[in-house]
């Protein structure tokens, strides 16, 4: 039936979803190592990662799968660092 082509979809989109958080986090530690920090490529690359995090964990919850403590305690951290005025 339909059903398993469904299931199908969700698993791949999940998997996408996820790739990207991996790249996004990736891409994240590169601007942080970089010397001197250029705050603008740092502030857009967390940016992405929550991005990347909130569409995931959104996928997740749609599925009804549980969200990892990690990656909501990540997003929140990249939330609040985002916050203008916090950082400074």
């Known amino acids: 039936g339909l059903g398993g082509a ?3 979809t969700t698993v791949s989109s999940l998997r996408e979803l996820l790739t990207e958080v ?3 986090r990736g ?3 590169r601007q942080r190592r970089r010397t001197p920090v250029v705050r603008l490529d740092l502030g857009s690359a967390q940016s992405r990662l929550a991005e990347a995090l ?3 964990q959104n996928a997740l919850s749609a599925e009804g799968a549980p ?3 990690r990656l909501r305690d990540e997003r929140r951290l990249l939330e ?3 916050e203008p005025g916090l950082g400074s």
């Open 27 to 29: 891409a994240l530690h």
């Open 80 to 82: 609040s660092l985002g």
């Open 22 to 24: 991996v790249l996004a």
């Open 54 to 56: 909130r569409a995931y």
């Open 67 to 69: 969200v990892p403590y």
């Open 6 to 8: 469904q299931v199908e």
